[in-house]
């Protein structure tokens, strides 16, 4: 009898150290479920963005519908008593920032080559001339703010548009990149046009942003006073300095300069060129820190990084080409985000001299809504992520001097 309760006594506690074991296993294997990548959490989430959208879509399809309804009644597309988004944001209702639901038609892939952006690879970094963008449709969309006339919103990715493949940017260079540049960028954008919702689809330029944070005023300097040029806000009476323009008014060609054509000659001495670019900073970079006349949220949307490791700047294209004049030379570039400064003729691609720069940004969309789209077409999004922008900053593709005839060597 003693030897068979040891025995007893031996096989519970192997029973319960087996019962731990597993206890442990459905532990680990539950915990993995409920927060692991494809978890209940992430799942749950996952299917509130999907519900989110499928009936954003349904009531776009809707008030399409709609408008086409009044159309072929003669009504122009007008909304029946809906209110529209130009008035929503005037009202408040809809704020700089928002997510909304607005949906690109289905647009083939865009290629751009070296006639139109004037790269030529010719350190061989990319591998080609050809640059393609493809449609993503899980781009997001947030409101910029309202055009010029005040008659159309203006909406903006949520992120920089990447190009196909593991080079994600744009590169355009010398006098062919820096003539074309608005074409070219126009053109990649047009890939995220609705022509039932949207006048146009094209480049984001520097007056967007300059609407998105209240109107500026910028002075350039006069002939006789270079380095006296800058930039505030109009409203602003004590004149508080947020930018400066070009240092020097104009820059005169001297023998042997090149002008900027395409493709580029030299330039008579004695010709003039206007300058007429200018920057403000909206992030100190040195540290990363937000200049604190920039809103939050046109910070958040416009400039600020979503990775972890980048300080500050998301760096992109604006189709705002601008001539930049030092008393040694002028520049001409398209315009860029980047560095902390949005500016004008940033990212030079030509020099007076004869230099060229191939450069690559990514590319930001503007889209302008037409008047008469309501809130029911394009609704605003309440709990919209968003993937992150993982790649930072701008890269140079290659430089140089032109020779006699004009060539890069």
Request: with cysteine; charged share 20%.
């Amino acid at each position: 009898m003693t030897k068979n309760k040891e025995t007893q006594r031996g096989i519970t506690l192997v029973a319960l150290v087996i019962t731990i074991v597993i206890l442990i296993i459905l532990a680990t294997i539950s915990i993995g479920a409920i927060f692991g990548d494809n978890g209940l959490i992430n799942r749950a989430q996952d299917a509130k963005n999907y519900q989110a959208n499928a009936d954003a879509e349904q009531n776009q399809f809707f008030g399409d519908a709609e408008t086409a309804i009044n159309e072929a009644l003669g009504g122009k597309g007008e909304s029946t008593g809906e209110k529209t988004l130009v008035q929503a944001f005037k009202d408040g209702e809809i704020k700089v920032g928002d997510y909304v639901n607005y949906k690109p038609e289905a647009h083939d892939p865009t290629t751009v080559g070296t006639s139109e952006t004037g790269y030529t690879d010719s350190d061989g970094i990319s591998g080609g001339t050809d640059q393609t963008f493809t449609q993503d449709p899980n781009t997001t969309w947030r409101v910029l703010g309202l055009s010029e006339d005040g008659n159309h919103l203006l909406l903006t990715s949520g992120s920089p548009i990447k190009k196909d493949g593991e080079d994600p940017y744009l590169v355009l260079e010398s006098a062919a990149g820096a003539a074309n540049c608005v074409q070219v960028l126009d053109k990649i954008s047009g890939l995220y046009h609705n022509s039932a919702l949207a006048d146009e689809t094209r480049s984001m330029k520097i007056e967007d942003i300059e609407r998105a944070l209240g109107d500026m005023t910028v002075e350039y300097p006069q002939e006789g006073e270079n380095g006296t040029g800058k930039v505030y806000f109009t409203d602003d009476e004590s004149k508080a300095q947020i930018g400066m323009t070009t240092e020097y008014p104009s820059y005169t060609y001297r023998d042997g300069d090149y002008k900027l054509v395409n493709p580029p000659v030299k330039a008579a001495s004695g010709e003039k060129v206007q300058a007429d670019a200018w920057a403000f900073m909206y992030a100190n970079p040195g540290n990363g820190t937000k200049m604190e006349y920039v809103p939050q949220r046109v910070y958040d949307m416009l400039f600020a990084d979503t990775t972890e490791s980048a300080s500050f700047a998301k760096s992109y294209w604006l189709a705002s080409p601008g001539v930049i004049a030092y008393s040694d030379d002028a520049y001409f570039g398209p315009g860029a985000v980047g560095d902390g400064l949005a500016a004008s003729g940033y990212g030079a691609l030509f020099y007076s001299g004869g230099g060229w720069g191939a450069v690559g940004y990514a590319v930001r969309p503007v889209v302008s809504l037409k008047s008469n789209v309501s809130v029911k077409q394009v609704q605003k999004i309440d709990d919209q992520t968003e993937s992150k922008w993982s790649t930072t900053g701008g890269q140079e593709y290659g430089s140089g001097n032109l020779d006699d005839e004009g060539e890069p060597n």
